[in-house]
């Protein structure tokens, strides 16, 4: 248990389908993140919430929309993908901004494919 | 030039030795250094942080920061199996939220 949660923990989706990745943080911090891992590559940082405010958008292409309702829910919205989309993809949070005092905490991941 | 550069691996130690995992950074602004370690199909996890200049021992685990030289080491003493991972190495700059994340160097402990 990790203290931030990310269903589905799989996902298979065809190109043409909409599906959501749901994130959730039982810690109380206020600045969460979405993080891509793919095989070989090193994690890219996706998007940033601070506060409920996007803070940092890092040229994801806009097949990728994210939701922060609140400090401790986060979404990443899915449509349209392309099979080079499939990877594990990591949420996150801590304190803001994540200092050495500030450490960010990972959700277990969901795996994407997409055929 | 990759921003935060480490070697892939395999790095294979035997039981009970010290394995060595090093890192590199670019940027010569980044002022806080974290290391992760990450089981196959887990989500990563802290091992831990330096920000200052010198040895930071936790354990069996010591980081090492060269600001000079812009490189960052995690020794892992007594290595054991369930220290077989991949090893994280993750560099902030000043301000802002974002952690360049290095590819990650796996480590093998044998029996």
């Known amino acids: 248990e990790t203290g931030v949660t990310q269903t589905p923990r799989h996902l298979v989706m065809g190109m043409t389908n909409k599906k959501s990745l749901k994130c959730e943080q039982h810690l109380g911090h206020n600045a969460m993140y979405w993080y891509k891992q793919s095989a070989k590559k090193p994690l890219e940082l996706m998007f940033v919430y601070s506060l409920e405010e996007r803070v940092e958008n890092n040229s994801v292409p806009s097949r990728f929309s994210p939701e922060c309702p609140n400090s401790s829910h986060l979404f990443l919205h899915l449509h349209t993908l392309q099979p080079e989309d499939s990877a594990l993809y990591l949420c996150?949070?801590?304190?803001?901004?994540?200092?050495?005092?500030?450490?960010?905490?990972f959700g277990e991941g969901s795996w994407l494919t997409v055929v | 030039q990759k921003e935060v550069e480490q070697n892939s691996g395999p790095l294979s130690v035997p039981e009970g030795a010290i394995a060595s995992l090093n890192c590199t950074y670019s940027d010569r602004g980044s002022q806080s250094f974290f290391w992760y370690r990450q089981y196959s199909g887990k989500s990563p996890e802290l091992i831990m942080f330096?920000?200052?200049?010198g040895d930071k021992e936790d354990g069996r685990f010591t980081a090492q920061l060269n600001k000079a030289s812009q490189y960052v080491s995690l020794l892992i003493r007594d290595s054991q199996p369930s220290d077989s991972a991949t090893y994280l190495c993750a560099v902030k700059a000043g301000g802002g939220n974002k952690l360049t994340f290095g590819t990650g160097t796996q480590l093998k402990v044998e029996l």
């Open positions: 330096i920000y200052s200049n």
């Open positions: 996150a949070s801590s304190q803001a901004p994540p200092d050495s005092g500030n450490t960010i905490y």
